[in-house]
């Protein structure tokens, strides 16, 4: 996938077009992936039985497919496609707008 956790994306469709954040997580088999602070969805919590969990509105960022949003070069800080560079070392991500190697 070439959005990896920890890297810095711009959301370009959407509610949330235009927002930054950095992935915290990277689902490879379904092609999404969870930002902080994007697609933050608030949801009612129920008192439960085991009395763990405080009752009232929690904040939960739901999952967006990668084609949503776009790579931001850590080099021109632009929104970026992700290129390949392939050497001895193995494959390396690039910018397409810079060459920048974002890893
Ligand atoms: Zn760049």
Do not use: F, W
């Amino acid at each position: 996938m070439k959005i990896k956790a920890g890297d810095t994306v711009e959301v370009i469709s959407g509610n949330d077009r235009g927002m930054r954040g950095t992935v915290r997580v990277a689902m490879p088999r379904t092609q999404q992936i969870i930002v902080s602070g994007i697609k933050v969805m608030r949801k009612h919590q129920r008192r439960t039985a085991n009395m763990r969990t405080e009752p009232g509105i929690i904040e939960i960022e739901a999952p967006l497919h990668v084609s949503n949003v776009m790579l931001v070069c850590p080099g021109c800080n632009q929104p970026t496609r992700v290129g390949y560079e392939v050497s001895e070392d193995g494959k390396r991500r690039i910018c397409k707008k810079c060459e920048e190697v974002v890893d």
